[in-house]
């Protein structure tokens, strides 16, 4: 026989009306066992589970749910139901991870920091510390700028002989380091890299950039070649080698470093030309034709002529009359076909060839003139004196004037012969000529600022911890710190994690950290606004009994914060689900109060100067909220979002107070009046229409708001009203929303249903009203 699931959930709601959740929770589990993906029926299941005090079965169904929306990555519901776990089982060390990762990948780094430490401490007091040291990198991740703490996190590796994560960390404070002009602490940091990682790129790239910022890339250099030398087939070490060569302006160590990679990689050739600028740079400009007569014929071949040119160019800024750079002119020019500027090289060059007594070239010059100019006498007259034409010279295949230009001739120039040279030219060295020069010991290169990064003295794991929990350091606590900007921003940044800890439902947690903000920074309105949330937290949880008197006291915006109610039983309240109405439970889940971890004992060996490290990242893990507010506005939104939709309201309620105070009302978006607006809705699923009303009337008044939001607004005022029993009030602003559009959401209905009962007259329409219905049928 087939599975009846509408009668078995109508018998769970009857065992349900009659208080017997033995027996619902039994009906529910049918269900469940036929339906395994019906997760709706789970979660009500695992409230129950949770009403019965069953809470390993309650944990079993809300982690079934939560692992399938983390698999189908959507993070949002994953978290709703992992908190709810958290709640019944606080600091579980998987659960606490799921959630951490969770919030780091939505940019909520206070709630992801918060759980990464819970996890670390377990590992911790497990003696899990490599486990504990990945949670803690985790942390650092989540603050990419934090150099210190990075570098403390390698010399964790480091003590653990966890060479590879050491090196890795440090290469990466490195980068950090480098990226901030820190060159100096940039070099210390890679060379303690290159103690683990000795021909790890990205750490030689960075100490070539770090050094070269300094002038000091000759040290570079050094450190460079001796990886080459163990890995001496090593591509990527050996053009590094000579692009540090280079940045020391080294001709000659660059040329041996180059001739050694193009013994091997042959496109490498153009690295060549860095060789002859410096040459150039130098003034020695004869070494700079040498290399360039070198490559000159590769760079015709693979169409480089252009920037041979410019190359010649530059030469001959240098040195006009210099016969050799002339001939390179002459022979780009006659690859080109270009023959104007042929002639007028030839021209150039046997001149300059005169001038110089240079026979031969000059009569190669002379030759070609010859030939290209045969009507030229007086070019004819100079080589008979000469003692005739160059042999070599008149054997060549002269440019055709016709001939293609451009990527068309490309094939044809590869063809022509071999342009030889008449004066000797040698090529770069080769292979066998290069030398390693002598290294000094990389200790010097460290030596300098070694003390502030020394990992003898540096990482303990259960300090770091200790002293990422911490809300102060000893030194501050008791001092009063005048307010000037840096105390106001610490300050700030401090309230932020009491913020975090009183949407938990932290109170114990917020009122001790606030009770050593006051010590540290004095009395301030902002902590005192804090302390009047913590106190009325309590008070906030008793609205949701729906007492009128006690709600109406209780506004949430009169600290000046929106508050968090605490979750407690409600009415049923009923969710559609198909076509049947089925009774939501609300389980009370009261926060867990979260244990302080006690301090490491001294004699680990920390650092003295990591406690202050570590409290300027604590305080520092919000900075720049102006920067990252709306990315924290659409994550806590969306979030609450995710809550409303599974029915969790007093967690959608505590993620639309935080949005709502991420947001300026009058910043021209309709951010705010959307969290007012579904904080009303949350409130009236809560049973506390009062406090609906005050979050209708703040979207209703905030500034730049649409007509049609306004008059969305005005209806749902009324609705609250109404239920709060106002309805008078409730009666006026339906009768002005029928005054703006009579057909609205049913208002008319609803207005003659309200007045019908005010006034005792059940199915008689208000007169007013009746007149107004006899008009519309008069003129239709």
């Not at 079934?64 to 990555?73: G, L, M, V, W």
């Not at 006009?320 to 002459?330: F, G, K």
């Not at 060295?429 to 010991?441: H, I, L, Q, R």
């Not at 009491?498 to 947690?509: E, N, P, R, S």
Request: charged content about 30%; hydrophobic content about 40%; aromatic content about 8%.
């Amino acid at each position: 026989m087939a599975f009846d699931k509408v009668k078995t959930l109508r018998a769970a709601e009857r065992y349900l009306e009659l208080g017997k959740i033995p027996a619902a929770v039994k009906e529910y589990c049918k269900i469940v066992d036929d339906d395994p993906d019906d997760f709706t029926t789970l979660n009500m299941l695992g409230d129950l589970y949770v009403r019965v005090g069953n809470q390993p079965a309650a944990v079993a169904c809300f982690r079934r749910i939560a692992e399938h929306y983390r698999e189908q990555d959507f993070a949002l519901k994953a978290i709703a139901m992992f908190r709810k776990i958290d709640r019944l089982q606080p600091h579980d060390t998987e659960i606490s991870t799921h959630l951490a990762d969770l919030y780091a990948q939505q940019d909520l780094v206070v709630e992801a920091r918060a759980h990464y430490l819970t996890v670390a401490n377990a590992y911790n007091k497990a003696g899990a510390t490599q486990d504990g040291l990945e949670v803690l990198r985790k942390i650092a991740d989540l603050d990419s700028q934090n150099t210190e703490l990075r570098v403390k996190l390698a010399e964790g590796y480091f003590k653990e002989g966890m060479l590879t994560e050491a090196g890795a960390a440090f290469a990466e404070a490195g980068q950090q380091l480098l990226a901030r002009g820190a060159f100096d602490d940039a070099l210390d940091v890679f060379a303690k890299a290159l103690e683990h990682r000795p021909a790890d790129l990205v750490v030689l790239r960075g100490l070539l950039e770090a050094h070269s910022a300094r002038g000091t890339a000759d040290e570079a250099a050094e450190l460079i070649g001796r990886a080459v030398a163990d890995n001496p087939d090593d591509l990527d070490l050996l053009s590094m080698l000579a692009r540090a060569h280079v940045q020391a302006e080294d001709p000659t160590q660059a040329e041996q470093a180059i001739a050694l990679l193009v013994a091997k990689e042959s496109s490498a050739y153009l690295q060549y030309v860095e060789v002859a600028r410096l040459y150039l740079k130098a003034d020695q400009v004869d070494d700079a034709v040498r290399v360039m007569s070198g490559i000159a014929e590769q760079m015709l071949a693979e169409q480089e002529d252009n920037q041979l040119l410019e190359l010649i160019d530059e030469l001959l800024a240098s040195d006009s009359d210099n016969v050799q750079t002339l001939r390179l002119l002459v022979r780009a020019f006659w690859w080109q076909r270009d023959m104007d500027k042929l002639k007028a090289a030839l021209e150039r060059m046997a001149e300059a060839a005169e001038a110089a007594g240079l026979v031969k070239d000059e009569r190669y010059a002379l030759t070609q003139l010859t030939r290209l100019s045969p009507d030229q006498s007086h070019y004819i007259e100079r080589l008979r004196e000469l003692g005739g034409a160059e042999e070599e010279a008149a054997a060549e295949i002269l440019p055709i004037n016709d001939s293609p230009s451009g990527s068309e001739a490309a094939t044809a120039r590869q063809t022509d012969d071999v342009y030889a040279f008449d004066s000797p030219a040698s090529t770069p060295v080769g292979e066998s000529e290069f030398e390693w020069n002598p290294v000094e010991d990389m200790a010097e290169l460290r030596s300098e600022s070694g003390d502030e990064f020394e990992i003898e003295r540096g990482f303990t794991f259960e300090a770091v911890v200790a002293e990422e929990l911490a809300s102060t350091s000893e030194e501050a606590i008791g001092t009063p710190v005048n307010d000037d900007d840096r105390v106001k921003d610490a300050r700030t940044q401090e309230l932020e994690s009491v913020d975090f800890y009183i949407t938990q439902g932290y109170a114990d947690i917020a009122a001790d950290t606030l009770d050593l903000l006051e010590r540290q920074f004095g009395a301030h309105p902002d902590i005192e606004l804090r302390r009047r949330r913590v106190e009325a937290m309590g008070t906030v949880s008793e609205l949701t009994t729906g007492d009128p008197a006690i709600a109406q006291s209780a506004n949430p915006s009169d600290s000046g914060i929106p508050a968090q109610p605490a979750p407690e039983f409600g009415e049923f309240e009923f969710a559609t689900m198909g076509s049947f109405a089925t009774p939501q439970i609300a389980v009370p889940m009261q926060p867990v109060p979260q244990v302080s971890l006690p301090a490491p004992q001294t004699s680990q060996g920390i650092d003295a100067g990591l406690a202050e490290i570590f409290e300027e990242y604590r305080v520092s893990a919000e900075s720049d909220a102006d920067a990252n507010g709306n990315g924290d506005y659409e994550t806590h939104y969306n979030l609450g979002l995710a809550y409303k939709e599974m029915d969790l309201f007093e967690e959608a309620l505590e993620e639309f107070q935080v949005a709502a105070g991420l947001v300026d009302p009058g910043d021209g978006t309709p951010r705010y009046l959307q969290c007012c607006n579904l904080l009303g809705h949350c409130f009236i699923q809560k049973g506390v229409p009062q406090l609906a009303v005050k979050w209708f009337n703040k979207g209703f008044n905030t500034p730049g708001a649409s007509e049609d939001e306004r008059q969305a607004l005005r209806y749902e005022l009324a609705a609250a009203y109404e239920q709060v029993g106002d309805t008078d009030r409730a009666i006026d602003l339906f009768t002005e929303v029928y005054g703006i559009n009579v057909s609205y959401r049913g208002v008319k209905e609803r207005l003659r249903e309200l007045k019908a009962r005010v006034n005792g007259e059940n199915g008689k329409a208000a007169p007013a009203l009746e007149r107004n219905e006899n008009h519309e049928q008069r003129v239709n």
